[in-house]
Structures are given as structure tokens and as C-alpha cells.
């Protein structure tokens, strides 16, 4: 029976039993459910076999520089969060290493041996399905969604600008596309604002009746950029 997060066992003949269980669950749950604050203004840090065991999260704090964070050698699935820091922040098993960029979360596993560690999201992704967000137009203002990456509305009015909501903060930025499909009545859109397209020319919505036109956009709004626009095709 493997014991990776230093469970305390019941002996065989063991009196009052239940003391040991409880605290056996207790060291469960916190390997589960807890985060560790580590302070980075100083130095590195290196975690004991006891606090490593005990929390699933090591956060970072005042990471300014770039630091360390030396796990023991343990088995261990773990995360890594450094949203707050303003500077890289590396892993450490032994000479292995995942390096957790400034503003970034990871998700690691050290595998037991003296230089075990690797980090547990592929950068190759295979078969993504994204939920589709859908625009909501009002008094002629269509307010897309950053929270979604892939955008679909049918025209039924015209509209007259076009707005983000749910914007990523300064520092991060963010895309999608976007499929407008015709109902009846040709509509046309204005798309304004921080919208912009290459040479400042906004294209002509296909008229016809149940037409799909298709674009993309890339921007970062907490930065005051443009949204800037492609037209991936018309007309379909």
C-alpha cells in the first residue's frame, strides 16, 4: 500500500482506533482541499515532506524576481499558481524542472524518483469543443461575450456598433470568431468603436436571405487597443 502524503496507519491490537483514523482523513483531505501562501520577497523556497504533502495548491506571493520552489521527493499531483507574480517561477525536483511564467497556473506531478517532475497539461490539444456564445443585440448594440471564443447570431435588425463584455485584464488579451447569419431583411451592421479593419474598411454584410458570413478578432481591451477584425469569408 503505498503512503505518499504520510498517512498515519491503525496497528494491529490498536486502542482507540478512531484517533488514528481521524487523523489519517484529516492528512487526506488537506492533500485534496488546501493551498500553501509562499512568500518570495527574499529568497527561494523549499518545501518540508510535511507541507508539501498537506496542501494541493502552492501559491506564490511578492514574486518579483525570479525564484525556486523545491519540492521533495514525493509522488505527488500538485498546482502551481503564480497569477500574482511579476516574475518566473520554477519548479524544482532535483535537476527536473516546470518552469510557471509570471501571471500563469500549472498543474505538475513528481513521480517519486530524484528528478521526477513534469508538467501535467499537454501543449498539444486534440479535439477541443468550445460552447458557442451568443451575442445579444439591444437598441442596435451587439455586445459580444469574452468569455467565449466562438460567437454566433442570426441578424434580425441592424446593427449599429459593436461592444465587448467580460474583457481579460491588463496584460492578457484575447480572440474569437464570429458568424452572422441573415434573416429576412438584408441587414447591414455598423461595427464602430474599437473595431478595426484593415485600411479602415468595414465589409458589406451578404444580403441575401439565410447567407453566413464569417470573421475573427484578436484585441485587449484592458490595454485601450483596437479590436482589430479579419473577414474569413462571406457568403456562405
Known sequence: MSNNIGRVTVAGGQNNKYITINDSDGRIDAALTEFLLSDYTSADVTLTDDEFEQAMLFRSENLSVARALNVPQTKKLFFVDNVAGTAA??????????????????????DGTANGIQRGVSSLLQGVIEVIGVPVVASGVLTIDCNFNVHEHVLTENVTSVVFSNPPVTGRSFSGTLRLTQAAGGFTVAWGGVNHFSGASEPTMTAADGQRDYFAFTGSLAMADPVDWFTTGQDF
Open 89 to 110: 517561477l520554477t519548479v524544482t525536483r532535483g535537476s527536473g524542472t516546470v518552469v510557471v511564467a509570471a501571471g500563469d497556473t500549472a498543474t505538475c506531478y513528481t
